[in-house]
């Protein structure tokens, strides 16, 4: 009887032993990050997160928010608006798409009760109140999961948040939280500082703060791009920006100059590039090697108006060759050449490449890197504008803006040797109105059927090039 004892007691032990060690396996995925406190982790962070390919249109990512939890994204931007009287998931205008709230929460209520271990974090572009909030979350049964943090108080470790079960963080856009005794509501800008968001390329970038107070310990960075006239996801541009080592050195040039972690990596298209590798690698986990180390990178002007690229490396790692590309609006980039690497090198190696044919006006170039296992990473990109075309640029001149029903436009400064066509579009992106084979001159804008609201006028030159865009209220 003795012995039958002390064989369940040692069952019981080993039961609560192996217990307490699964608790503490992981925390997001990593032993590394259990003891770390909230603020001093790297998530990574989908704009728009709701917002996929198949149910939207305009999307920001490939996959849904069940497909993102599975990938490891950790943090979800989500904009909440009132339909009806119920809550939606939608961009903007709710006829690009929309679900409602209750059956993503769904979705991240199953994820949580399967994965007990993972920390997650909503940051909510809110139009809707706290309590609309708070409804949403008990008929999704996931009140029980909400962490109330006291401002100025210092955040728990992501052990903590998982041992206690309290492992959602809500911060909002809406600062009404205290109207309706919701402690966890929390008001994002009491807590976070973030980067701009409003970037349409990537000069636009900066580590500069935006909105939240510089004291916040929280930080978001936000790193997708738009498109100029509609503000939509661009997946060429996303696999550009979010791939090292372009991707990695921002983030360690905005901690570098902020003194923060970028807690939550944002990106659109967040499937394309080396996000989750660049999250691993400020985290500490996995630190990744990069290929090539790049010294310099810069351009030059011949005689003959040909643009020679020169750049340097200080080491290289199974670097096979370099494929130069170029692009006319630092967007959609092509190869133009191809120039081996030295596989293995400790030494400074120079390159050069002349581009015999570039563009007439503005050129953008980049180096993609590919190594002996066909990986690749990018460079910065450079850009290179010929002196001799210092002459204005042809442009647009449209009067009035606000429009009336008797509006012109003029062509400014056309090339005596090109033709022009504009492009009209309104607020869904959709085309309204196409004039082509213009070569100059002011020309009538009939807007009498146009329906009120903002509209974009784009110029294009006779090789497809956008010159001007400008943004019109009707």
Not at 104 to 113: K, S, T
Not at 245 to 261: F, T
Not at 325 to 332: F, I, P
Not at 356 to 371: A, D, E, G
Request: with cysteine; glycine share 4%; proline share 4%.
């Amino acid at each position: 009887m003795k012995n039958k004892c002390f064989f369940i007691l040692n069952i019981i032990i080993l039961l609560n032993i192996f217990n307490s060690q699964n608790l503490q396996a992981q925390c997001n995925g990593y032993t590394e990050l259990c003891d770390k406190k909230y603020d001093e982790v790297v998530y990574v962070t989908t704009h728009n997160a709701f917002n996929y390919e198949g149910d939207f249109i305009f999307p920001n990512h490939f996959f849904d928010v069940p497909q993102q939890l599975k990938d490891g994204v950790r943090a979800f931007m989500l904009d909440l608006y009132l339909l009806d009287g119920e809550v939606y998931l939608y961009h903007s205008f709710d006829f690009l798409g929309t679900q409602l709230f209750t059956d993503l929460l769904g979705d991240i209520h199953q994820f949580m009760v399967d994965k007990p271990n993972e920390v997650i974090t909503f940051i909510l572009e809110s139009y809707i109140s706290a309590e609309d909030v708070n409804n949403a979350l008990i008929a999704s049964d996931l009140i029980q999961f909400v962490h109330t943090q006291k401002k100025g108080e210092p955040w728990p470790t992501l052990q903590e948040m998982i041992k206690g079960n309290k492992r959602l963080v809500i911060l909002s856009s809406e600062n009404d939280g205290a109207d309706f005794d919701l402690d966890w509501h929390h008001y994002v800008w009491d807590f976070a500082v973030e980067t701009d968001w409003n970037n349409k390329r990537r000069s636009d970038f900066s580590c500069d703060f935006n909105r939240g107070n510089a004291d916040n310990s929280l930080f978001i960075l936000n790193h997708f791009i738009t498109e100029e006239l509609i503000g939509t996801g661009l997946p060429d541009t996303a696999e550009l920006i979010n791939s090292n080592p372009y991707l990695l050195e921002r983030c360690l040039e905005c901690q570098e100059i902020s003194g923060k972690i970028p807690n939550f990596l944002t990106v659109d298209f967040y499937s394309l590039g080396d996000v989750f590798e660049a999250a691993n690698n400020l985290n500490k986990i996995g630190m990744i090697s990069l290929p090539v180390e790049l010294l310099t990178f810069s351009i030059t002007e011949t005689p003959h108006q040909e643009v020679v690229l020169h750049w340097s490396t200080a080491s290289e790692f199974k670097n096979n060759y370099f494929v130069i590309e170029r692009s006319v609006n630092e967007q959609d980039f092509s190869a133009i050449g191809q120039v081996n690497g030295h596989f293995f090198s400790d030494d400074t190696k120079n390159y050069s490449f002349i581009d015999k044919t570039p563009f007439s006006n503005n050129n953008y170039y980049r180096l993609k890197m590919v190594n002996l296992d066909g990986q690749s990473s990018y460079s910065k990109v450079v850009h290179w504008q010929f002196s001799k075309f210092t002459s204005p640029s042809p442009s647009l001149l449209i009067a009035p803006n606000p429009l009336q029903n008797h509006n012109t436009f003029t062509l400014l400064n056309p090339s005596l040797s090109d033709v022009y066509t504009v492009n009209i579009y309104n607020a869904a992106g959709q085309l309204i109105q196409h004039i082509a084979n213009l070569a100059g001159g002011t020309f009538p804008l009939n807007i009498a059927h146009w329906p009120k609201g903002v509209y974009w006028i784009q110029l294009t030159n006779q090789d497809g090039e956008v010159i001007d865009y400008q943004k019109v209220v009707y």
